[in-house]
């Protein structure tokens, strides 16, 4: 065998100039004899060290300080009797060759990638090129794994220390982020109380909106936008925790979802789908009393859609309204009507020719639909995210995408006028397409790329 070894190598020696081909013979890592040989490339003088070299070779120097540790602490609790710890003391047989494996795991590692290029095979050429072998991480990370292992084995309470792999240094470090917060914020928290106390109970301006909590996300392409609701005024069989789901990308809307609460939303199983009679446009719908109130696409009409009776009970035309992307919201989406609900009942909000694009409130009966009374706004339609009405004020979001937007302007419609206003927002999944307003939970619900979240707000004392 060792003739047929020496003459293969001398094949190469001849083949390559002698002074490229080394054969070595020594024991592995089980006491085993073994040769091995190594043949310089014939086109490359030397491996350059880019590429991610430099790097490696810091991290196995980490590796190799990190193991002597180890190593030490083993030596420090090895052996049972009272000399195991002692410097220089005499070691377990038994440990001797556990410890032994983990140094030749640790040698093969280095030489392994001492002259390897960054992520590439290596292997022995042979007449039809390379032989390919592992790429260098998958081998570093079994010989670590299967030294740590060794380690483990060896060192009693070592086992969790032990299952680690080569990461660099800065992963394991501790990171740390500071939020600021305004001041003006702090004192609202603390001088009005926190939502749902006697401070925010009956009708008042909204101070504070609070910071989004994730009910359910769309499972599919078609929910991007979409729009999700409760009823604030139930008809039976529904109650309030009856939840509405409506996914609107696409030409042909027609399934509502309906849920017997949040938490089957969640879990994405719904308790009936109904089809709707014709399309609904847009993100624009609410649930109230009993009823669906939506814009049927590419009209600008308002719709009444019974609940119990599966049917359109009512639909009238808003007199000039927009539709179909004449005055949307800053997204865009067709949001040229868009119903709300507050504590005094149904309102539609949208735009017409005649008020060049401002916002128009008006107050409907929801059983008819007729406009009880109409308010023209100074606040754009186009320059606002979207909007939702409180007690009678109309509030407007001022982005859809900005991380830290803001409710920036308010129309009080018992005074007639506006104001501008300043409070925080946040649009976690930076892409808000729908926000309504729920009176009896007292929270906003919205559609936030995806995501069916809820904020929840207070009011000032009236």
Same mark, same amino acid.
């Given at each position: 065998?060792?003739?047929?070894?020496?003459?293969?190598?001398?094949?190469?020696?001849?083949?390559?100039?002698?002074?490229?081909? #080394?054969?070595?013979?020594?024991?592995?890592?089980?006491?085993? @004899?073994?040769?091995?040989?190594?043949?310089?490339? +014939?086109?490359?003088?030397? @491996?350059?060290?880019?590429?991610?070299?430099?790097?490696?070779? %810091?991290?196995?120097?980490?590796?190799?300080?990190?193991?002597?540790?180890?190593?030490?602490?083993?030596?420090?609790?090895?052996?049972?009797?009272?000399?195991?710890?002692?410097?220089?003391?005499?070691?377990?047989? /038994?440990?001797?060759?556990? $410890?032994?494996?983990?140094?030749?795991?640790?040698?093969?590692?280095?030489?392994?990638?001492?002259?390897? $290029?960054?992520?590439?095979?290596?292997?022995?050429?042979?007449?039809?090129?390379?032989?390919?072998?592992? !790429?260098?991480?998958?081998? $570093?990370?079994?010989?670590?794994?299967?030294?740590?292992?060794?380690?483990?084995?060896?060192?009693?309470?070592?086992?969790?220390?032990?299952?680690?792999? +080569?990461?660099?240094?800065?992963?394991?470090?501790?990171?740390?982020?500071?939020?600021?917060?305004?001041?003006?914020?702090?004192?609202?928290?603390?001088?009005?109380?926190?939502?749902?106390? &006697?401070?925010?109970?009956? @009708?008042?301006?909204?101070?504070?909106?609070?910071?989004?909590?994730?009910?359910?996300?769309?499972?599919?392409?078609?929910?991007?936008?979409?729009?999700?609701?409760?009823?604030?005024? !139930?008809?039976?069989?529904?109650?309030?925790?009856?939840?509405?789901?409506?996914?609107? *990308?696409?030409?042909?809307?027609? /399934?509502?979802?309906?849920?017997?609460?949040?938490?089957?939303?969640?879990?994405? =199983?719904?308790?009936?789908?109904?089809?709707? !009679?014709?399309?609904?446009?847009?993100?624009?719908? *609410?649930?109230?009393?009993?009823?669906? #109130? #939506?814009?049927?696409?590419?009209?600008?009409?308002?719709?009444?859609?019974?609940?119990?009776?599966?049917?359109?009970?009512? &639909?009238?035309?808003?007199?000039? %309204?927009?539709?179909?992307?004449?005055?949307?919201?800053?997204?865009?989406?067709?949001?040229?009507?868009?119903?709300?609900?507050?504590?005094?009942?149904?309102?539609?909000?949208?735009?017409?020719?005649?008020?060049?694009?401002?916002?128009?409130?008006?107050?409907?009966?929801?059983?008819?639909?007729?406009?009880? /009374?109409?308010?023209?706004?100074?606040?754009?339609?186009?320059?606002?995210?979207?909007?939702?009405?409180? @007690?009678?004020?109309?509030?407007?979001?001022?982005?859809?995408?900005?991380?830290?937007?803001?409710?920036? #302007?308010? =129309?009080?419609? $018992?005074?007639?006028?506006?104001?501008?206003?300043?409070?925080?927002?946040?649009?976690?999944?930076?892409?808000?397409?729908?926000?309504?307003?729920?009176?009896?939970?007292?929270?906003?619900?919205?559609?936030?790329?995806?995501?069916?979240?809820?904020?929840?707000?207070?009011?000032?004392?009236?």
């Amino acid at each position: 065998m060792l003739g047929a070894w020496l003459l293969l190598w001398g094949g190469l020696a001849l083949g390559s100039r002698a002074e490229t081909a #080394f054969l070595r013979r020594a024991d592995d890592s089980t006491g085993r @004899c073994t040769y091995s040989f190594t043949v310089a490339s +014939p086109v490359e003088a030397g @491996c350059p060290d880019a590429g991610g070299v430099s790097e490696l070779r %810091a991290e196995l120097a980490a590796l190799a300080a990190r193991l002597s540790r180890l190593e030490s602490r083993e030596r420090g609790t090895g052996g049972s009797g009272p000399r195991g710890g002692e410097v220089g003391g005499a070691r377990d047989p /038994q440990q001797a060759a556990p $410890a032994a494996r983990l140094e030749a795991a640790y040698g093969e590692l280095l030489r392994g990638t001492r002259h390897q $290029a960054p992520d590439q095979g290596v292997g022995v050429s042979g007449g039809n090129g390379p032989v390919w072998s592992p !790429p260098r991480a998958a081998r $570093a990370g079994a010989a670590v794994r299967g030294a740590g292992t060794a380690l483990a084995h060896t060192v009693p309470g070592l086992a969790t220390a032990s299952r680690w792999d +080569p990461q660099p240094l800065a992963y394991q470090e501790l990171q740390s982020e500071r939020t600021e917060v305004p001041a003006s914020r702090l004192l609202e928290e603390t001088a009005l109380g926190r939502p749902g106390s &006697e401070d925010s109970a009956g @009708c008042g301006e909204l101070v504070w909106v609070g910071e989004p909590v994730v009910f359910g996300r769309a499972d599919s392409i078609a929910g991007k936008y979409g729009v999700w609701m409760k009823d604030p005024e !139930p008809v039976s069989p529904f109650t309030r925790e009856t939840t509405w789901r409506v996914d609107v *990308v696409g030409t042909e809307v027609r /399934q509502l979802f309906q849920y017997e609460a949040a938490e089957q939303l969640a879990r994405g =199983y719904p308790a009936k789908v109904h089809i709707l !009679p014709q399309p609904l446009e847009s993100t624009g719908a *609410v649930i109230y009393r009993g009823g669906l #109130f #939506f814009q049927p696409r590419r009209s600008r009409a308002v719709a009444r859609y019974d609940l119990r009776g599966e049917a359109v009970t009512a &639909e009238r035309e808003i007199p000039g %309204a927009g539709y179909h992307g004449q005055y949307p919201y800053s997204w865009g989406g067709y949001t040229d009507i868009d119903l709300a609900v507050d504590e005094t009942g149904l309102w539609v909000i949208y735009s017409t020719e005649k008020a060049r694009g401002a916002i128009v409130l008006s107050k409907l009966d929801p059983e008819t639909l007729e406009i009880r /009374q109409t308010w023209e706004t100074n606040i754009r339609k186009r320059g606002v995210a979207n909007s939702f009405v409180i @007690c009678g004020t109309l509030y407007t979001v001022s982005s859809y995408s900005a991380p830290n937007a803001t409710i920036n #302007f308010a =129309y009080d419609t $018992a005074t007639s006028t506006s104001r501008a206003l300043s409070i925080p927002f946040e649009n976690r999944f930076r892409y808000l397409s729908m926000v309504d307003y729920n009176p009896a939970e007292r929270q906003l619900f919205a559609w936030d790329s995806f995501n069916m979240v809820t904020y929840p707000v207070r009011l000032s004392r009236a």
